[in-house]
């Protein structure tokens, strides 16, 4: 069997509400859902379907150039060499020894596309090539959006009445702001849900210390990395002396950070993401590296459509050691590419798909009006000027001192 085409797509979800992240709202001025679909044609009529984030610069256009200059590295390959290809993209494009991060992001439309065709070509979900499932449906956090303390409480209200169990926000802008805001999160949902906050490295390893003695009195499921992650050292003892437990998520983006986060003892959960460093190989790696150590996992989102989430499932449902609930916007979107819309939830779990591969497929009429949508609406949107309130100006200066 070969790859005799790659093809790609750029579409644009739109979603309920307009996220917005530490330091700036999502979307680059647009509050749609942005992906790029990958297709791998084989000659024997089977097709393999991936989605690639859309990140850098928030333009499309770059992610699908980004796919599209590898074409001919996958076209004409046998689709069951799926990591030896993945390994060799990595060669060619200068990510075996410069480093991945953003171009593995794109490439990941192409990595997720191989898997989901092995599992085509052998009529096997994901989770059993992958040794078999450990559970049959996955739990996901619900996202609070930045905002006045009292908004955000009634948000997180909204939300554990939807049966989220997890309740995620930013933190790391003003200190005073990030304890106003717990305080009235936790004080509106009562004692039973978990609050996780994240900080995205925000924070000095004073202020953290600081900040996180005060937070305790917040009963905080996690802090998501509280200081910037180069020196897993200093998140260790950052570690060692405040009692909220300390998530790894930019530390243990790559392997290598995962086993540095696990040699150093520098934290007590590790974030995860299949579309990083090493791809869907090197997660499984991760994964197993955290499970040695004992400790729990995730995964992170991009905001993904219901293609690059079925990928999170299967992920999830193959390693005895991802329990916490995982990142998703997933709840946000008004529809979804995929053939029979989107996933449904019941509370906090999504199911695990059974069918071969991902166990979803393309809904050619979605696609093509989202890809219409995109086209008309999303592409060529400026970036708003660098006063506009879409930017926390604070938040740029980092780490606080
Ligand atoms: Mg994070």
Known sequence: MRITELRTTAVAVPQKRTYRSSWRRTGHGTNALQAVLVELV???GLTGIG????????SAAVTTAMIEAVAPLVVGDDPHDHDLVRRRLYAETGMAHLGTQGMSWALSGIDTALWDLTGRILDQPLHRLWGG?????????????????ERMAEDALARVAEGFRTLYFKVGFAPELDEARVRAIREAVGDGPRLRVDANGAWSPGLAKRLLDR??????E??????????????????????VPIMAHESSLSV???????????ADAVQLDPRFDAGIAG??????????????????????LGVGTALMLHFHAAHRNL??????????????????????FDGCFLDVPQGPGLGVDLDPERVAHYAAFHAAEVAGIKPPPPDDPYYDREYLIRPRV
Do not use: M
């Open 42 to 44: 084989t000659d024997e």
């Open 51 to 58: 989605e690639a984030p859309v990140v850098w610069a928030g």
């Open 133 to 149: 499932a450990w559970r049959t449906r996955s739990g996901f956090h619900a996202d609070v959006v930045p905002d006045e303390p």
């Open 215 to 220: 937070l305790a009195a917040y009963d905080l």
């Open 222 to 243: 996690y802090i998501e990395q509280p200081i910037p992650p180069g020196d897993p050292e200093e998140l260790a003892r950052l570690r060692a002396r405040v009692s």
């Open 256 to 266: 290598e950070g995962t086993l540095a986060v696990v040699r150093h003892g520098a």
């Open 283 to 304: 997660a499984h790696t991760a994964a197993q590296i955290a499970e040695v150590a004992g400790l729990p996992a995730l995964t992170h989102t991009f905001g993904e």
């Open 323 to 344: 329990v916490l609930d995982s990142q998703t916007y997933y709840p946000n979107l008004t529809d979804d590419v995929i053939a029979g819309g989107p996933l449904r």
